[in-house]
């Protein structure tokens, strides 16, 4: 039987609200085991391939989810269905909501943000920064002059980027965009342009255009999306609408005869546009959004095909628009193949349940066949990673004996021995040599100690790197992209 129709949310949001609640426990010191339930039951949802909206109107069992029980289940049915998180409600009623967005500044957590709140009455970004630059946070246990610079630098790097989203987390936002607007009577061609299709790192708005024979019918439909939290702009033919979610969505109706030089124009980026329509200068031509132009004839601008042709290039893949050296390479035939999914043979950093992974090693060897892959590399967390149950010696040993007997039944595919060792402060890895040679390759990785200056920090990376079992070297930079800023690193010399 299925259920009442659930409220338009995604699982992104919904372990949002989970990870929201999480934080505000630990802050007031709930039990560890309750916050971590809320933890596990966010990365359950935001794991889920399929959509818990759906499975809510389909009156699927959300109990019999990992991690997933059915108080659990009972809230994320009441967040489907109205929209609402009682629990969430009952402790921002305690504790201001806006404490859960400190304990994501790097440097903080829930026991320094109890402290600032208690201390300093700190409640919001905006009094952590002031708090910082009137150098109160230094006066506070576990707090140094070091760390409240940090602080400040990171909050300057929030204010720059507050509105950007991550590509993965955008394109949840922006299919379910695009095939709402398919599905709208006359529509034509749908398509997500700008930094989204250039498939840049960090999305900071959805800019969609669409090609079909009336435009009103289909700005009444956008502006009617079930996600809408406010129309900031509406026209004939445009109209820009803020999601739920904060991330901004502008939509052009054009004509098909337009729709190439459209496309490419709002995919961009600004610098490739701009040497293109030189080149088209060159020619006698002028390209813009609308077309291509000799005069005031129109000479094409159906297709991205066109716009290129009219300046004597190939075409050029969304991704490589960046007035990098893309448009030189066209011209002397030199464009690069672009790497596909077909291309993959094989992922060499994968976790197992034996450390912070959600599936079991053989399952995750049937995974990776399904995909058609060659080889996987199982990359467990070493000893030092405690939070991510690291595996020492011992435990490591035995998983390598599982992947001999495993790959002694496995035909046409090779599960390659490896771990991700930490770098510990001084450059040496965190398990010894003995247990290291038994492996394909090690992968070595920085997960601690990220204040250390330049010199030192790229003196410890190179130590590590001189093991002579140590092939890979994992997240170089340290970066966590829109959560926090890479350490500071000699760069060039780790590449040498």
Same mark, same amino acid.
């Given at each position: 039987?299925?259920?009442?129709?659930?409220?338009?949310?995604?699982?992104?949001?919904?372990?949002?609200?989970?990870?929201?609640?999480?934080?505000?426990?630990? $802050?007031? &010191?709930?039990? !560890?085991?309750?916050?971590?339930?809320?933890?596990?039951?966010?990365?359950?949802?935001?794991?889920?391939?399929?959509?818990?909206?759906?499975?809510?109107?389909?009156?699927?069992?959300?109990?019999?989810?990992?991690?997933?029980?059915?108080?659990?289940?009972?809230?994320?049915?009441?967040?489907? =269905?109205?929209?609402?998180?009682? /629990?969430?409600?009952?402790?921002?009623?305690?504790?201001?909501?806006?404490?859960?967005?400190?304990?994501?500044?790097?440097?903080?957590?829930?026991?320094?943000?109890?402290? $600032?709140?208690?201390?300093?009455?700190? +409640?919001?970004?905006?009094?952590?920064?002031?708090?910082? +630059?009137?150098?109160?946070?230094?006066?506070?246990?576990?707090?140094?002059? =070091?760390?409240?610079?940090?602080?400040?630098?990171?909050?300057?790097?929030?204010?720059?980027?507050?509105?950007?989203?991550?590509?993965?987390?955008?394109?949840?936002?922006?299919?379910?965009?695009?095939?709402?607007? #398919?599905?709208?009577?006359?529509?034509?061609?749908?398509?997500?342009?700008?930094?989204?299709?250039?498939?840049?790192?960090?999305?900071?708005?959805? %800019?969609?255009?669409?090609?079909?024979?009336?435009?009103?019918?289909?700005?009444?439909?956008? !502006?009617?999306?079930?996600?809408?939290?406010?129309?900031?702009?509406?026209?004939?033919?445009?109209?820009?609408?803020?999601?739920?979610?904060?991330?901004?969505?502008?939509?052009?109706?054009?004509?098909?005869?337009?729709?190439?030089?459209?496309?490419?124009?709002?995919?961009?980026?600004?610098?490739?546009?701009?040497?293109?329509?030189?080149?088209?200068?060159?020619?006698?031509?002028?390209?813009?959004?609308?077309?291509?132009?000799?005069?005031?004839?129109?000479?094409?601008?159906?297709?991205?095909?066109?716009?290129?042709?009219?300046?004597?290039?190939?075409?050029?893949?969304?991704?490589?628009?960046?007035?990098?050296?893309? $448009?030189?390479?066209?011209?002397?035939?030199?464009?690069?193949?672009?790497?596909?999914? /077909?291309?993959?043979?094989?992922?060499?950093?994968?976790?197992?349940?034996?450390?912070?992974? =959600?599936?079991?090693?053989?399952?995750? !060897?049937?995974?990776?066949?399904?995909? &058609?892959?060659?080889?996987?590399?199982?990359?467990?967390?070493?000893?030092?990673?405690?939070?991510?149950?690291?595996? %020492?010696?011992?435990?490591?040993?035995?998983?390598?004996?599982?992947?001999?007997?495993?790959?002694?039944?496995?035909?046409?595919?090779?599960?390659?021995?490896?771990?991700?060792?930490?770098?510990?402060?001084?450059?040496?890895?965190?398990?010894?040599?003995?247990?290291?040679?038994?492996?394909?390759?090690?992968?070595?990785? !920085?997960?601690?100690?990220?204040?250390?200056? /330049?010199?030192? #920090?790229?003196?410890?990376?190179? +130590? /590590?790197?001189?093991?002579?079992?140590?092939?890979?070297?994992?997240?170089?930079?340290?970066?966590?992209?829109?959560?926090?800023?890479?350490?500071?690193?000699?760069?060039?010399?780790?590449?040498?």
């Amino acid at each position: 039987m299925r259920q009442s129709r659930a409220v338009a949310v995604h699982n992104a949001e919904v372990a949002e609200l989970f990870n929201r609640l999480a934080d505000l426990l630990e $802050i007031e &010191g709930a039990n !560890v085991f309750r916050v971590r339930a809320y933890r596990r039951a966010a990365q359950t949802i935001e794991d889920l391939p399929v959509s818990v909206a759906e499975m809510v109107e389909q009156g699927q069992d959300l109990s019999k989810l990992p991690g997933i029980g059915r108080d659990l289940a009972g809230k994320i049915e009441e967040i489907v =269905k109205t929209g609402k998180f009682t /629990a969430l409600e009952e402790v921002t009623a305690r504790l201001p909501s806006s404490l859960a967005t400190l304990v994501a500044v790097p440097g903080l957590g829930p026991k320094r943000v109890q402290l $600032i709140h208690d201390k300093l009455g700190v +409640r919001s970004l905006e009094d952590l920064a002031a708090a910082a +630059r009137a150098h109160k946070l230094r006066t506070l246990p576990r707090f140094s002059p =070091k760390l409240e610079a940090r602080i400040l630098e990171e909050l300057e790097r929030h204010r720059t980027t507050e509105r950007r989203f991550r590509i993965a987390t955008a394109a949840e936002f922006a299919e379910a965009l695009r095939a709402y607007m #398919q599905r709208c009577p006359g529509v034509d061609q749908v398509v997500v342009a700008g930094s989204y299709r250039r498939c840049k790192e960090t999305v900071g708005d959805l %800019d969609l255009l669409v090609t079909c024979a009336k435009s009103k019918p289909v700005i009444e439909h956008f !502006v009617a999306y079930e996600d809408v939290a406010e129309i900031a702009a509406k026209g004939s033919t445009r109209a820009a609408i803020a999601l739920k979610t904060g991330l901004q969505a502008d939509i052009r109706v054009v004509p098909a005869k337009s729709y190439g030089a459209a496309l490419h124009y709002f995919t961009g980026s600004k610098d490739h546009n701009i040497h293109i329509r030189k080149l088209g200068q060159a020619r006698g031509l002028k390209i813009n959004e609308y077309g291509i132009f000799r005069d005031d004839k129109r000479i094409g601008g159906r297709t991205e095909e066109e716009v290129f042709a009219a300046v004597g290039l190939p075409y050029i893949e969304p991704e490589l628009r960046e007035d990098r050296g893309e $448009i030189e390479a066209a011209q002397q035939g030199r464009l690069p193949k672009l790497v596909t999914l /077909a291309d993959i043979r094989g992922d060499l950093h994968c976790h197992t349940n034996a450390s912070d992974g =959600k599936n079991t090693l053989v399952q995750m !060897v049937e995974a990776a066949r399904a995909r &058609g892959y060659e080889y996987l590399a199982i990359t467990d967390h070493s000893k030092h990673a405690t939070v991510a149950r690291g595996l %020492d010696e011992k435990r490591l040993s035995k998983q390598l004996d599982e992947i001999d007997r495993l790959n002694d039944s496995l035909d046409g595919f090779r599960v390659l021995k490896s771990c991700e060792v930490d770098i510990l402060a001084d450059g040496t890895l965190d398990l010894p040599d003995r247990i290291l040679k038994r492996l394909d390759f090690v992968v070595c990785a !920085v997960h601690y100690k990220f204040d250390m200056d /330049a010199k030192s #920090q790229t003196e410890r990376i190179l +130590r /590590a790197m001189d093991n002579p079992y140590c092939k890979i070297l994992a997240h170089p930079t340290g970066r966590l992209l829109l959560d926090r800023a890479g350490y500071a690193l000699e760069i060039e010399r780790v590449l040498r």
